[in-house]
């Protein structure tokens, strides 16, 4: 799970509640057709997946064996164009689930294809508001979409222990850091719409000495948030950690106070929903995020973190201040964070969701 996307991730964990469930209930019977791959080996891989599921799906419904096809995205789901006569013939209902990015994305074949997806398809599941104005944008009616909203492991990472245990662990597998610190961390691809080097110019100056920044990640942007490091003078108190392990993210989130989520606007690149904040949440961290997007319907304000003004200096500094000296407070919200996380977000609770939706689209057929 170390080198896969972020849909590839969701798709995967929903895979695993899915086939639990259908353990546990003769009531619900569920078969799945996977991409196993890493994320540099995908694009080779996707077109002869794509063939073979297609080839399955055809089958099965030609038998009987499918009542409903659940698509984990707006990429798989365009096998419902070629397959549409043969599905709607076997009375074969289609949902897809929909990130943001596999919608927004501004090459214009592709938006072109998106509303003949949608027309091809009974459902859409968006996993946040944000993500489900970008289908109706694209012509998607409003009485084929209802969001779901992503989950997470509640067994992926175990519960925090005390923060001096924390942090120590971090230190041990990651570098030095002052034991009077107080840690933000990102975690993600470093591209422009997560705002990192935004967020390195333009906050981390004017922050106490003492606030220290770690990113994990990779991806375009890193040479020029490297070099916002260096012009700012910030090499001894921010650090890009790469491509990292998940032992050694479970750390990152386990060890830093907050979780920053500092994105930015960009036409055609949304943030559909953003799974990171809810790691770090499981983990006791809370974030302070931009008020942007799908990011909107992650965070509970004073629960799991808070919403600022996005591209607004001023607000997250004094949203990050607030806990720099409150050692209680942030104790606090850490609790919070993860109880709010865990009860509201675990993906058993999400793939039971799921379940009714899809439930509901074959009995409304029949």
């Given at each position: 799970m170390d080198n896969i996307g972020g849909m590839q991730r969701v798709a995967m964990k929903l895979h695993e509640s899915l086939n639990l469930r259908d353990a546990e209930s003769s009531a619900f019977d569920y078969d799945a057709v996977l991409l196993r791959s890493s994320w540099s080996w995908t694009h080779v891989k996707v077109l002869p997946f794509l063939l073979w599921a297609a080839w399955v799906i055809a089958k099965k419904a030609r038998r009987d064996d499918v009542d409903v096809v659940l698509f984990s995205s707006m990429v798989t789901a365009a096998l419902a164009v070629p397959l549409r006569p043969l599905l709607r013939r076997y009375g074969v209902r289609t949902a897809a689930i929909v990130h943001g990015l596999d919608v927004t994305t501004p090459f214009p074949p592709y938006q072109w294809f998106v509303p003949k997806v949608f027309d091809a398809l009974d459902l859409v599941l968006p996993v946040s508001r944000a993500t489900g104005e970008a289908c109706t944008q694209r012509g998607l009616p409003d009485h084929k979409l209802q969001v779901v909203p992503n989950g997470i492991d509640p067994d992926r990472f175990r519960a925090p222990s005390d923060r001096a245990t924390r942090r120590h662990l971090l230190t041990d597998a990651l570098g030095p850091l002052p034991d009077d610190a107080l840690l933000l961390c990102s975690v993600g691809r470093q591209v422009e719409r997560k705002g990192f080097e935004w967020f390195i110019r333009n906050v981390m100056p004017d922050l106490p000495e003492d606030v220290h920044y770690w990113l994990a990640g990779d991806g375009p942007q890193t040479e020029s948030i490297d070099a916002a490091i260096r012009e700012n003078g910030l090499g001894d108190r921010v650090r890009l950690l790469g491509r990292i392990s998940d032992a050694d993210l479970a750390r990152l989130y386990r060890g830093a106070d907050l979780f920053v989520m500092p994105n930015v606007p960009v036409p055609g690149d949304m943030e559909g929903f953003g799974v990171v904040m809810l790691e770090a949440g499981q983990c006791g961290t809370p974030a302070i995020a931009s008020r942007l997007e799908g990011i909107r319907d992650v965070i509970t304000d004073g629960m799991n973190g808070h919403l600022v003004e996005p591209e607004s200096p001023s607000a997250f500094r004094q949203t990050i201040l607030r806990y720099h000296d409150a050692p209680d407070e942030l104790a606090g919200f850490s609790r919070r964070a993860r109880t709010h996380t865990q009860a509201t977000f675990g993906w058993?609770?999400?793939?039971?969701?799921?379940?009714?939706?899809?439930?509901?689209?074959?009995?409304?057929?029949?």
């Open positions: 058993p609770a999400v793939a039971e969701q799921y379940i009714q939706v899809l439930r509901g689209l074959t009995d409304g057929h029949r």
